[in-house]
């Protein structure tokens, strides 16, 4: 299965999501996409900005501080608002690739999370192998 395939597979499944993009956090570039509609370089730039933000940035160290202060990132973060649900997370291991999903308000975050860790691991797996 492609990186395509798996960000297409993942969106399809879960209901509300209209955007998986699968990017590399050391260059903050979005590496593939799976959306309803094209997205612009603008917006895959912001997304790729805001998963380093929150993933290895200011929210991540600010967070650290509340329950480990020993962390140098976060696996897993979430911004949500009234309109939207985006979820980023990030790779196991060394390797610096997150899953960012953009869905709706009221989407399933558990099913979110798990779902883009599968997704993760499987598209981690296909690149090793």
């Known amino acids: 299965m492609s990186v395509s395939d798996a960000l297409d597979a993942m969106r399809s499944e879960i209901s509300g999501c209209s955007l998986v993009a699968y990017a590399d956090l050391g ?35 600010g967070a650290a501080a509340m329950w480990d202060k020993t962390a140098t990132g976060a696996d897993m973060a979430m ?13 196991p291991g060394a390797a610096p690739e997150a899953l960012i999903c953009v869905c709706a308000a009221d989407a399933d975050l558990d099913k979110v999370v798990d779902c883009g860790q599968t997704t993760l691991s499987r598209i981690l797996s296909q690149s090793e192998g």
């Open 27 to 61: 260059s903050r570039l979005v590496l593939c996409t799976s959306a309803v509609s094209n997205p612009g370089q603008e917006q895959l730039d912001a997304l790729s900005g805001a998963a380093l933000l929150a993933l290895d940035g200011a929210l991540a160290e």
């Open 79 to 91: 911004l949500l608002t009234n309109a939207e649900a985006r979820v980023f997370l990030r790779s």
